[in-house]
């Protein structure tokens, strides 16, 4: 069939929006029709060229957000059938592999194939450009596209009932961030918690760790609009830099440091993260959930401050979730008014303005902006 999908070509130029070729879906994979994609920074990663080898390379379609109907099954699909609503899993689960059976589908054997963008099954494309040239997927998705073909294994079926257009972002950001407080940094009452960059990532975080209990949540952002987004979200206090946070910190913690502090900021370093590492009280955890450059090695921490004060440096990929249990358990807690992703959508696009989204986030205009389909 024929779709239409925004596709990365080159390296620091627009996406290019254009229709493609749709193969039928193969053993265990759904073909789905887009309602929406959230538009994450980690697309804008493959753009810039900051995540070599790590996502497919040019030409590939976009987007890793996505929520949609299911349209049609192919052999040995037992999850979904056709008529399904879904949102993707920006990491697949397939609860058979190593990690899956441990309890860690966020990091499931699946990523394996995240560098070609090939389906899972195969290692082939279902995706082609007009002229028959195969396509790689983000994170096997490709959801800047009006219908795709993936693996069943990052599919979780959600209620009819439910918006999409706001369910999509569960996919990635929503999940991620939040996670990353409740699970990864495992905030709990009382405990004083700075997040570090306020876009997709870090309002989940903030509301998650409000919801967990945390006694102070200080949003760290230069942008104004960030900070009073995430005011409405949970943050009891802001601040414009990590410089800022340390040199009034005192007047959240009692000058004890802060038990938890959580990276969502746009593009890390290792500068950034010594400078959040250096608002740790004894016994904090710092969690890292933003991405890196790929090139990057190495952190600013000093060792000696890891023994003496017993702080913890963690990674955190998908927030530890769990996309069975997870995606289910916050798209209940929207429609039960528990959860707040409408603050989070900043502004919602069509596909052929999907330059101009990214343009407002680099801007930093959008806390998300999404593009909905017809």
């Known amino acids: 069939m024929k779709t239409r999908a925004a596709i990365f070509r080159e390296l620091h130029q627009p996406w290019s929006v254009e229709e493609i070729e749709l193969d039928p879906p193969g053993r265990g994979e759904v073909l789905v029709k887009l309602v929406a994609s959230g538009m994450c920074h980690s697309d804008e990663h493959v753009i810039q060229g900051d995540l070599p080898g790590v996502c497919p390379p040019a030409p590939m379609v976009g987007g890793h957000e996505g929520a949609g109907i299911v349209l049609e099954v192919g052999p040995e699909v ?30 499931c054997e699946g990523l394996a194939n995240f560098p070609s963008g090939l389906q899972i099954a195969d290692n082939t494309s279902r995706h082609h450009t007009s002229d028959g040239e195969d396509l790689g997927l983000m994170c096997l998705l490709g959801t800047f596209a009006e219908h795709t073909v993936v693996n069943e294994a990052s599919c979780v079926k959600v209620d009819k009932d439910w918006p999409l ?3 999509c972002l569960l996919g990635c950001g929503v999940l991620t961030g939040w996670g990353s407080a409740v699970y990864t940094a495992d905030v709990g009452p009382g405990d004083y918690v700075a997040v570090v960059g306020c ?9 998650g760790a409000a919801m967990a209990g945390a006694r102070a949540v200080v949003a760290i952002d230069p942008v104004e609009f960030k900070r009073e987004t ?27 440091g802060f038990d938890k502090v959580i990276m969502t900021m746009g593009v890390g370093t290792a500068e950034e993260v010594g400078k959040a590492y250096a608002l740790l009280g004894q016994r904090g955890r710092l969690v ?22 017993e702080k913890q440096v963690v990674g955190s990929l998908f927030g530890s979730c769990n996309i069975r249990a997870d995606i289910p358990r916050m798209f209940e807690l929207y429609v039960q008014g528990k959860y707040d992703l409408d603050s989070l959508i900043t502004k919602t ?24 389909y017809s």
Not at 199 to 207: F, R
């Open 78 to 107: 037992s999850s979904v059938e056709p008529g399904d609503h879904v949102v993707f899993g920006f990491v697949p689960a397939c609860g058979r592999c190593y990690q899956c059976s441990r309890g860690h589908s966020n990091l």
């Open 165 to 167: 257009e706001k369910g």
């Open 199 to 207: 876009g997709g990532l870090g309002q989940n975080a903030i509301q």
């Open 230 to 256: 995430a005011a409405k979200l949970g943050a009891t206090h802001s601040y414009a830099s990590s410089e800022e946070a340390a040199e009034k910190g005192e007047e959240v913690h009692w000058g004890r």
């Open 288 to 309: 890292i959930t933003n991405l890196h450059l790929s090139t990057e090695v190495g952190l600013q921490v000093p060792g000696i401050d890891l023994t003496l004060n």
């Open 349 to 372: 696009y069509t596909l052929d303005e999907i330059n101009e989204g990214y343009q407002a986030m680099r801007d930093g205009e959008n806390v998300r902006g999404v593009i909905v």
